[in-house]
């Protein structure tokens, strides 16, 4: 039970990363943005391209990082992935969903979200290959953390969660600081009023996507470091991105992500008493739960 | 500088074009001085303040401050304008403390900022003492005051107040609208939408009164206090006719 008590906690820290974004862009633009986990496997595939091009340009760069799978290179890789990825969250923005907002409702928006989903994971598949990819194809071997009860974790996974948690942490000290952070957090409750306040929407807009890109990329990445990279790797993480983002409450920065580590373990529990092949259905199971039970989530409030 | 600090002349405005709410609303509002809007629901107090501020497109129609044309403002420019607009609800940012609130709206004060928040605070003693505290925790009452100090924040010449009475108690809402008069002192011009009636026409300087997205009357607030069509449409009295009778007999001219 432990371990997949452990498993639950490295596999949360990733879905959280991709909640913060996704919440504040709900909560936000007001639309359930199914593209959004797409902006994992761009910032995972882009960390790969990136990986490849500084091992090349400079071949100590090639070097692992102490017990770690994880490259000086590919270390490196994941700060540029998360501008890109960023960035081509703000152009999906301004060649798709602007256009969408101006004309359209919020049902546009969920269903061109869901056009640039499959654009963006064909695009990936046309360009990389649907086959599986690797940051890294040397072994590393797990550690025996405990031997009672008995407990092993990859070197990687460590890594992925400590990263996980100093993000976030450097965005809780952001949001708790800083009159930046406050601006945040105050479009995230209440846009009209931020308005009226003087922040200007467009530009929240704009950085909204940056660090929601921004932090999807680095849970692509961390996903695949720990896991595989595919052209599916963000269609498959959609779902637990989602319910984390529900549990949390829509809206949430805070909630998305306690949700994403509350999914992560959740889903790993259950396989204490479920076949593992039922456990992509624990993320629908909890949505419902939540939607039955407390719509707006653990810290969620009815929109003003 | 122009006596009256906000003009709005002809307004047509609502949140779809082909249906404006206001379909001709004019208001001056005097510089330093108490304006206060009433009339039935619907009439379109709320929209017009908030045509005002840039939140509900004006399709017609002009609004000046202090003589320059503001129409259609940005409304995350009307601070820097030296506007500030207070919601009549949901108009502080609850998951943040007091002190988060106010340090929000003073993030461009630059050196002055902590001046700024020490006189706010010097100004609101409640607020001062629960600074670290979430707005959300406060009372009704409290409330407004953030709201109110978050208004002033932005050190504003013009404040729109969207009904600052709604939901406090009588207490309550009689020192939130005292403290709206004293403002005035400072050389700010309230605007202010209310439904308790009789409480704001005692504290008011200038009256207009709405119906049906139109002027009906306007003139001194102590007048229409006492005009007894007005008292018997709006202060309790019958509310038959309304629009008809106090548009033939109030003394008071509409706004020229």
């Given at each position: 039970m432990i371990q997949h008590l452990v498993d639950g906690i490295l596999v949360g820290s990733i879905l959280s990363l991709g909640a913060i974004g996704l919440t504040m862009a709900m909560h936000m633009?007001?639309?359930?943005?199914?593209?959004?986990?797409?902006l994992l496997s761009i910032g995972a595939y882009c960390a790969l391209v990136f990986d490849g091009v500084f091992k090349a340009i400079y071949?100590?760069?090639a070097a692992a990082i102490g017990p770690l799978s994880l490259t000086w290179a590919l270390a490196l890789a994941i700060v540029i992935s998360m501008g890109i990825t960023g960035g081509s969250a703000i152009l999906i923005d301004r060649l798709v969903f602007r256009r969408v907002r101006a004309k359209g409702g919020e049902l546009s928006m969920v269903f061109a979200s869901f056009g640039v989903a499959m654009i963006i994971r064909n695009v990936l598949g046309l360009m990389f290959g649907l086959q599986v990819q690797l940051y890294s194809k040397d072994i590393v071997f797990a550690v025996v953390l405990s031997q009672d009860p008995f407990l092993l974790v990859k070197p990687d996974q460590i890594f992925s969660l400590v990263a996980a948690l100093i993000i976030m942490f450097v965005f809780h000290l952001v949001l708790s600081r800083t009159t930046f952070g406050y601006s945040l957090r105050a479009v995230a409750e209440n846009p009209e009023l931020a308005q009226v306040s003087g922040i200007s929407l467009i530009r929240m807009i704009t950085l909204i996507w940056i660090i929601g890109g921004g932090l999807a990329a680095a849970a692509g990445v961390f996903y695949g470091l720990t896991n595989q990279v595919n052209p599916v790797l963000g269609r498959d993480l959609l779902l637990p991105i989602f319910a984390a983002t529900i549990v949390g409450g829509i809206g949430s920065i805070y909630g998305a992500a306690l949700g994403g580590f509350l999914v992560g373990i959740a889903s790993n529990l259950a396989l204490l008493i479920l076949p593992s092949g039922y456990s992509p259905a624990m993320p629908f199971l909890i949505i419902i739960v939540v939607l039955i039970l407390?719509?707006?989530?653990?810290f969620g409030e009815e929109r003003h | 500088m122009s006596k009256f600090a906000i003009e709005a002349r002809d307004i047509v405005a609502g949140y779809v074009p082909e249906l404006p709410i206001l379909k001709d609303v004019s208001l001056k509002a005097e510089t330093a001085k108490v304006t206060v809007i009433i009339g039935p629901n619907g009439a379109g107090k709320s929209t017009l303040i908030k045509a005002i501020a840039g939140?509900?497109?004006?399709?017609s129609g002009r609004v000046t401050l202090n003589g320059s044309d503001i129409t259609n403002p940005q409304p995350d420019q009307m601070g820097a304008m030296g506007i500030a607009y207070v919601p009549q609800s949901n108009n502080i940012f609850r998951s943040l403390t007091i002190r988060q609130n106010l340090e929000l709206l003073l993030r461009?004060?630059?050196?002055?900022r902590a001046a700024r928040l020490a006189a706010l605070f010097e100004q609101f003693p409640p607020l001062a003492e629960k600074q670290h505290q979430k707005a959300g925790a406060l009372s009704g009452g409290q409330r407004q005051f953030l709201a109110v100090a978050m208004a002033l924040a932005v050190k504003p010449s013009v404040i729109l107040m969207d009904?600052?009475?709604?939901?406090?108690s009588p207490k309550a809402a009689q020192e939130v609208l005292e403290h709206a008069r004293k403002l005035t002192e400072q050389g700010v011009t309230i605007i202010l939408v209310e439904q308790n009636v009789k409480q704001a026409l005692r504290l008011a300087d200038h009256c207009y009164i709405l119906a049906d997205g139109r002027n009906q009357v306007d003139g001194p607030a102590q007048d229409l206090l006492s005009d007894p069509v007005v008292a018997q449409i709006y202060l309790g009295g019958k509310r038959i006719a309304a629009t008809a009778a106090a548009t033939t007999t109030a003394a008071t001219a509409t706004t020229s």
């Open positions: 633009l007001r639309f359930a943005n199914f593209s959004h986990a797409e071949a100590p760069l407390r719509p707006t989530g653990l | 939140l509900v497109k004006v399709s461009n004060a630059g050196a002055e009904e600052p009475s709604a939901g406090l």
